[in-house]
């Protein structure tokens, strides 16, 4: 199956964020054209998508230093994205891997802290031994660009359950955790720490916390 759309919609600033680094137009157009392929091979449901999205302004970040917005002007986005689904009886699986790439139409230059690439993978399974059900996820973000030359660090995440379903699925007992490596709000500030002269602009990010919990869940009856 094959699939085309397109369509035009308006932006404007957001008021409650100031002027930023330039005055905007009061209605921005952007322009969306996409195209989808999707067939089921093997009970494996592919899909592909063509995506290209231009805007005739583009607000790339939120500056930390002024808390203000930078507009970069007009931008092109083109993105690819594939994903695979296959469910059985006692779970399923689900991977997607999609590439974009976000520049500024004057320039050329990168959107600062626009995402590359997201690689994402999940599965579950129903049938464990004990009755043990359990979810799992991968996930992958490449290195963005941060503008003024720098560019961030990629973050990987591993999310993880299992539970055990108890009175005919009404209540369930399960183990979580997540093992994470990266910064999250990755971007770059103008600052300087206790042994620095002066301030320089560096990269600043909050770094990912991994972690393991507890669940308890109940589904009353209506």
Known sequence: M???SCGEAFHTEDPRIGNGTGQPTLLSPSRAYQLVFSKVAKQTQVNVTLRRVSNSQELAKIDPDTGLQQIVGASLIKVLAVSLQRNFSHGAVYVSDS????RETQTGEPVPE???TILDAVASENQLPFHLQARGEFEYLKAKPLGDGFTG??????RGSVLRPF???RMSIGVNFLLASGYTGQTTETLALPTDPLPFERIVGVPLKSYVSLSWTYYFKK
């Open 2 to 4: 094959m699939a085309f």
């Open 99 to 102: 590439h974009a790439d976000a």
């Open 114 to 116: 626009a995402p590359r």
């Open 153 to 158: 660090v990629p973050v990987r995440e591993i």
């Open 167 to 169: 009175l005919e699925n």
